[in-house]
């Protein structure tokens, strides 16, 4: 599963299979919480890790986003409940997952909706030098460079 | 047999069986015999390849070191009541009364190890097609964007330039006429003419909008939205807050993908307001377009085939190396919202060439 979804596989999987157990009182949770982060602040996360990986690691991050929206997506089916912001909370949660806390703030403000009600999505913090110019991650196929995961 | 290595053998979890520079096997373990259904005087001297029928098996001859030894690699063993088993299997070289032997360890496949195997593997198909499928769409997308300059260009060049040499001839000829009757016939030809003239104008325009050309992205979207307004009466706000000015290729993309939005606005969404924004993110541009209309099940609209247009926003946006959101459900609208580098990191074929128009 690695080459799918990446070095991080275990996390993402463990992260959809946990989709189907929300209740229709988390996903209501999730909801507000993904409603209340500013849009910029989403799309500077998205922005950051596109512009911060390879493209097979980018595959890997979209087929996580991928398969985790269409898990959520068929949650708020079964529970009836259905708003957008929900699977795309989940879907940016996998995203951030697949590409690993080194990305800084926007693993937190991607994962931040769904780890209202999976709070170990917030238990892996971001080290503390990303704050700095450069950071060097091992990447699936190498080492590679990353640029600061801060957003201004 | 020195009785070490058939106590170290007999010891194994897995099957093992060793086997001679022929091919032959020379002893095998309780639970090889139990494995392949034999007793461990039927699987003497009996050549390997026929537990693995049809495998191509090489026998290691030396202790070379090879890297491809102590390896698992897939195989099919077959019982002795012909019932095939999947396992994993690994060469080991040996010496054994000072020859060379190989030591053939064999691992039984679970169930739901097996069926992990066949998810893994139809998996990887399902990537590499999804990266001929991508890579497709990509050069059909670059493929229009030529045509699309071609069909420009050709229509500036030779269309507009012979129709336009008609519309002067006649008028030159209807200097000379006289006759009233043939001096109406020729203004109706003047007035086709005209008309053949001003269609194919805005032929170009719709191809290559004059105002991108100039750099006024937002100026084109006004006035694809002004004519959407005239045509369905959707009311529209346009909020560019873009201060760097894209380059051609880039305003080209946006332009294309806000469009393609609209007009997905225009024929399903019977929206009455639409909101574009272009806002700077990040070096580069995060467009939006969001509409108040009835939205859609994702569920059910993406499970089936002909939303090219939703695809090709997507591709688009990703080629260009940035990213793209597309999220609606029944009474909420829909939301298009996709981000692309200000940088040119990729080649939209036949923009930055002189208009056509």
Not at chain 1, 117 to 129: C, F, K, N, T
């Amino acid at each position: 599963m690695e080459h799918i979804f990446g070095r991080d596989h275990y996390r993402v999987i463990a992260l959809i299979a946990r989709i189907a157990d929300i209740s229709p009182e988390e996903a209501g949770q999730v909801t507000t919480a993904w409603k209340r982060t500013s849009p910029a602040d989403r799309a500077k996360a998205w922005t950051e890790l596109v512009r911060t990986t390879t493209e097979t690691e980018r595959y890997q991050i979209l087929a996580a986003a991928s398969l985790a929206r269409r898990e959520a997506l068929a949650a708020a089916h079964r529970m009836q409940r259905m708003d957008w912001a929900f699977w795309a909370a989940a879907s940016d949660a996998a995203a951030a997952v697949a590409a690993g806390p080194e990305i800084g703030n926007p693993y937190q403000t991607l994962t931040a909706p769904l780890a209202t009600v999976m709070p170990s999505l917030a238990g892996r913090q971001a080290p503390a030098d990303t704050s700095a110019a450069d950071v060097t991650t091992a990447g699936r196929g190498g080492a590679r460079t990353r640029k600061s995961a801060s957003t201004p | 047999m020195n009785n070490p290595i058939r106590e170290l053998s007999d010891a194994f979890p897995d099957a093992v069986v060793i086997v001679d520079s022929q091919g032959k096997t020379i002893a095998a373990n309780a639970q090889a015999a139990s494995l392949f259904g034999y007793n461990e005087r039927e699987l003497t001297n009996m050549p390997v390849k026929a537990l693995f029928p049809g495998q191509l098996l090489t026998v290691p001859r030396q202790r070379s070191g090879r890297e491809d030894t102590g390896r698992y690699f897939e195989v099919v063993g077959t019982r002795s009541d012909s019932t095939r088993f999947p396992a994993v299997a690994a060469w080991m070289p040996v010496l054994v009364d000072h020859f060379v032997a190989a030591v053939l360890t064999i691992r039984v496949i679970a169930e739901s190890q097996s069926a992990q195997f066949v998810l893994s593997r139809g998996l990887e198909t399902l990537i590499w097609e999804g990266q001929d499928r991508q890579a497709l769409l990509r050069y059909l997308i670059r493929a229009r964007e030529e045509e699309r300059a071609r069909i420009a260009a050709d229509i500036h060049d030779d269309a507009i330039q012979v129709i336009s040499a008609a519309s002067l001839r006649a008028q030159q000829l209807g200097l000379q006429l006289r006759d009233p009757i043939a001096r109406q016939v020729l203004g109706k030809l003047q007035e086709t003419l005209n008309l053949s003239l001003d269609r194919l104008r805005q032929l170009i325009f719709d191809l290559r909008p004059p105002d991108l050309e100039s750099g006024r992205l937002a100026a084109a979207l006004r006035a694809y939205l002004e004519e959407m307004r005239s045509d369905s009466g959707i009311v529209y706000k346009l909020n560019d807050k873009m201060t760097a000015q894209a380059p051609d290729p880039v305003a080209l993309l946006i332009y294309r993908n806000v469009r393609e939005a609209l007009t997905n606005v225009r024929k399903h969404a019977r929206a009455r307001t639409v909101t574009v924004e272009l806002l700077d993110i990040e070096d580069g541009c995060l467009a939006r377009v969001v509409d108040d209309g009835v939205g859609y099940d994702p569920a059910e609209v993406e499970a089936r085939p002909g939303h090219l247009g939703l695809v090709l926003i997507k591709e688009r946006a990703e080629l260009a190396g940035g990213w793209c959101r597309i999220e609606s459900c029944p009474g909420a609208g829909t939301t298009v919202e996709f981000w692309v580098p200000l940088a040119e990191s990729f080649a939209e074929p036949g923009a930055g060439r002189g208009r056509a128009g």
